[in-house]
């Protein structure tokens, strides 16, 4: 059964889709963060499917661990809102694997790109049903780490479905404290850039980070993956004055601030780490972009605030021409971790872009937010090197915004990710409260905990593809 897919260097190759009897090729559908996919049909039910192929593997430990955490997240969790895995087919000596899944009509960014239009009630459908699926990753302690409109499957009926969890991650067992979910503190681990000398704003080290390879490695791989992709997806460029900041309580402002203060004091008993790099660049978040050392599950909501402002943008009254739609933050380069080939400006000794994409944040929501989150001393001199202003970016990029939508945005939208809302906040906000169903507000009682993340380096590769499949297998 022969196929084709397009390789994340754009480049057309033909592959024998080695799909077995039950399952029949129909077309290509492109490609996720560790693998490629195709459309199907079980010939058992005349259903279609979705298959992703993850090729070429061998005795690869790291892309193994990505892989299988993917397939170990999504036999750990059930929700409407989550893609749910229908099958695994294993070629021989464990060459390949096909991880078959519900298959949907369309993705949020072909949505986007499409003639259609959007009313209100839809969009905050489509927003209410992601949000009560990401509320119950987060309370599994998963974090998504690449929420963009691509990983998001969508209906004719407005049902959703969150795809793509290569970049995935559990947060269980990350720390020898226990926070909560959403409010969970992690180590990233290219961070740990010495702060002392001068020079660029960060210096990932080669120090090994834990899989046997450097952070500069691991990290140059992330970059070309994502950005890449990003420039894939699209080639687009990109009054009154308000709090950048979003109001919350004093009381919660104490909390927060209390845990961050944990978050920093607990990095030091943090016994494993997390990648830094994540998020494809339009849909990254500030702290990750800063090479923070500690992220939370708030950058899965950056990353679904700017798919928020993508679905308004869908709306007639607010963007009349569907030709005129745009990303909120279409960055073309990301400093320091993939910077700019020609830069033009200099924040603070740094060598930066016009585009580059801390600075369109900031165009758009100006630069007057609470920094206390940023740890890294040259971080904080780059980031205050910028103009303070205040913008009204969003309301000029999103006009005739109603408020509570426009209120909405902000909150997910705030820079610093200690104040940001959470995903349980998000269903309870008043923009909502039409269609609101509290019995659908479903949370796991359980974390996830993962075979990959057990996994000891001296360890054979073929004890933790068996460990992982048994578990998964017993679950079919």
Avoid at 1 to 21: E, F, N, R
Avoid at 345 to 360: F, K, M, R, T, Y
Wanted: some cysteine; proline content about 4%.
């Amino acid at each position: 059964m022969k196929g084709q897919y397009v390789t994340q260097a754009g480049l057309i190759k033909h592959s024998s889709w080695d799909i077995g009897p039950n399952y029949e090729f129909i077309r290509d559908l492109g490609f996720g963060a560790y693998g490629v996919v195709c459309e199907a049909k079980d010939l058992r039910s005349n259903n279609r499917v979705a298959i992703k192929r993850f090729s070429g593997l061998v005795a690869d430990i790291i892309s193994w661990k990505r892989i299988l955490r993917e397939i170990e997240i999504l036999y750990s969790i059930s929700h409407p809102s989550i893609i749910k895995p229908l099958d695994i087919i294993i070629r021989p000596n464990n060459a390949d694997i096909y991880l078959v899944l519900e298959v949907a009509q369309s993705d949020l960014h072909k949505l986007h790109k499409s003639p259609a239009y959007l009313d209100n009630n839809q969009v905050q459908l489509i927003m209410y049903r992601i949000l009560l699926g990401l509320n119950y990753l987060h309370s599994c302690g998963i974090v998504h780490r690449d929420i963009k409109p691509n990983n998001i499957l969508i209906n004719s009926d407005c049902s959703v479905k969150i795809c793509d969890f290569g970049l995935s991650r559990s947060l269980t067992g990350l720390q020898s404290r226990k926070f909560d979910c959403d409010m969970t503190f992690r180590l990233n681990p290219v961070l740990n850039a010495s702060s002392s000398g001068s020079g660029s704003l960060i210096n990932p080290g080669n120090e090994v980070i834990g899989e046997g390879i450097t952070a500069k490695q691991f990290l140059k791989e992330d970059i070309q993956m994502l950005d890449k992709g990003a420039i894939a997806n699209s080639n687009e460029k990109s009054g009154k004055e308000e709090k950048m900041h979003i109001k919350v309580s004093e009381k919660k402002k104490e909390e927060r601030q209390i845990l961050l203060s944990q978050s920093k004091e607990s990095i030091k008993l943090f016994k494993r780490e997390l990648t830094g790099h994540v998020g494809t660049r339009w849909y990254r978040s500030p702290e990750v972009i800063l090479l923070e050392k500690v992220y939370t599950t708030s950058v899965d909501i950056w990353g679904l605030g700017c798919v928020f402002a993508e679905l308004l943008g869908m709306m007639k009254e607010i963007q009349p021409n569907h030709k005129q739609r745009k990303a909120l933050f279409p960055g073309n380069s990301c400093y320091p971790l993939s910077p700019a080939v020609s830069p033009t400006l200099n924040i603070a000794g740094n060598s930066v872009s016009p585009g580059d994409q801390l600075n369109v944040i900031l165009s758009v929501m100006g630069n007057r937010s609470d920094l206390s989150f940023v740890s890294d001393s040259k971080a904080s001199v780059y980031v205050n090197g910028y103009p303070k202003t205040i913008s009204d970016g969003l309301i000029s990029h999103l006009p005739n915004i109603n408020k509570d939508a426009l209120d909405l945005l902000k909150k997910m939208l705030e820079f610093n990710p200690y104040y940001r809302i959470t995903a349980k906040e998000a269903l309870r906000h008043k923009y909502f409260s039409n269609i609101r169903d509290k019995s659908q507000e479903i949370e796991s009682k359980d974390s996830v905990t993962l075979f990959a993340d057990m996994h000891r380096e001296q360890d054979p590769v073929e004890s933790l593809i068996n460990n992982v499949l048994v578990k998964v297998l017993a679950k079919k």
